[in-house]
């Protein structure tokens, strides 16, 4: 059995779940298993219960902005823990653990030591939506590390895709996945007069774009539609939301998360940038139909006209809205698709297999 180090800053959100997942079932595999991470403004209060009670947990404050100084302390601390731990493999996950994480591989470089992994779970030149300046300045960023002999671990083919063509070849896909078995089925909002629910699970952050969200909703204002929002987050965002007649839960826990989601007629997501969204795993392996963004990572699981339709503007969004609330057979069968579709290809036990099979251990 070997040591397993996970290495995340950006400790919420998707990245959380897949990391949460990853431990869970390395430690119950039988092998040692150590995460350090931050704590974000986003970390769920009850964290410590997503883990099981093998996986250690050690807290090393990062902060998401470049910081020379704190990037340096973080970076001798890590570089201490990982000297103490010897783990056989340190896998970093998003940007910042990533840069931090990988400039510290760097001491143990042709002097043995751990193998070294990162998935970006979303790469930092894709991210920014203030334009392209900053685009290529974290390109730049991304370019100089690239030359640290880390193997990258995609969570999609696309970003496979990107990885190769602007940064390296050294690149592994092993796709985001999600407990199956966990996920209700769709019932349909069930509401009277035949408004159906249309909508979203995830913070309201930049990255998943909520006033295009809101921009949507104002738009079908004369159809008999509910739209949600479930989850919280940026004020500016939620304000957006609500403007637009959205219904927007605020925090809640996955239960509940998951009780909302099986209660919706039609998903959306309107993500500005993704690495692959597990919200829209656990969407399609409910039988919903989705209807997303053509970016990174929606387009590898969204299949247009087979199990949902991708949009490039709020129009198209609105005109795909149109199709699925007129035809309900549409529904059910893109929701059947979608669900098989996830089945088929995202769950835990063949992301386990692939990440393992990407470390080099049987």
């Not at 796709?175 to 909508?199: C, F, K, M």
């Not at 909703?217 to 007649?245: H, M, N, P, T, Y």
Request: net charge neutral; proline share 4%.
């Amino acid at each position: 059995m070997k040591h397993i180090l996970h290495v995340v800053e950006s400790f919420g959100a998707g990245t959380l779940s897949m990391v949460s997942a990853m431990a869970n079932r390395q430690s119950a595999d039988g092998h040692r298993v150590t995460i350090i991470h931050s704590v974000r403004e986003e970390t769920p209060e009850n964290w410590p219960q997503l883990f099981a009670a093998a996986v250690k947990c050690i807290h090393l404050p990062m902060q998401r902005a470049i910081n020379p100084i704190n990037d340096f302390r973080a970076g001798r601390a890590l570089y201490r823990w990982i000297k103490d731990l010897q783990p056989d493999v340190v896998h970093l996950h998003s940007s910042k653990a990533g840069a931090v994480g990988r400039l510290v591989s760097l001491a143990w470089a042709g002097h043995g030591g751990p193998r070294w992994f990162f998935s970006p779970h979303g790469l930092s030149f894709l991210q920014r939506a203030e334009g392209r300046l900053k685009n290529s300045i974290f390109l730049g960023i991304e370019k100089i590390l690239a030359g640290v002999p880390v193997t990258f671990i995609a969570c999609s083919p696309s970003e496979g895709e990107e990885i190769r063509q602007h940064l390296s070849p050294n690149v592994k896909v092993v796709n985001n996945a999600v407990d199956l078995a966990a996920i209700p089925a769709a019932t349909g909002g069930e509401l009277p007069s035949g408004v159906l629910r249309i909508g979203t699970v995830g913070r309201v952050t930049l990255a998943r774009n909520p006033e295009l969200f809101a921009e949507i909703a104002a738009q079908c204002r004369d159809l008999l539609l509910e739209f949600i929002w479930v989850g919280g987050g940026d004020e500016s965002g939620e304000a957006a939301l609500k403007d637009a007649g959205v219904s927007v839960s605020g925090w809640c826990d996955r239960s509940f998360a998951l009780q909302q989601l099986a209660s919706l007629d039609i998903y959306i997501q309107t993500s500005r940038w993704e690495g692959l969204p597990v919200a829209v795993i656990e969407a399609m392996a409910a039988g919903l139909p989705v209807i997303a963004t053509n970016v990174v990572g929606n387009r590898d699981l969204v299949k247009n006209g087979e199990n949902g339709y991708l949009a490039e503007s709020a129009a198209e969004f609105v005109q795909r809205i149109g199709q699925l609330v007129n035809d309900a057979d549409l529904r059910l069968r893109l929701g059947a698709q979608a669900k098989a579709f996830a089945q088929a290809h995202y769950s835990l036990d063949r992301m386990m297999d692939e990440l393992y099979a990407a470390y080099g251990i049987a």
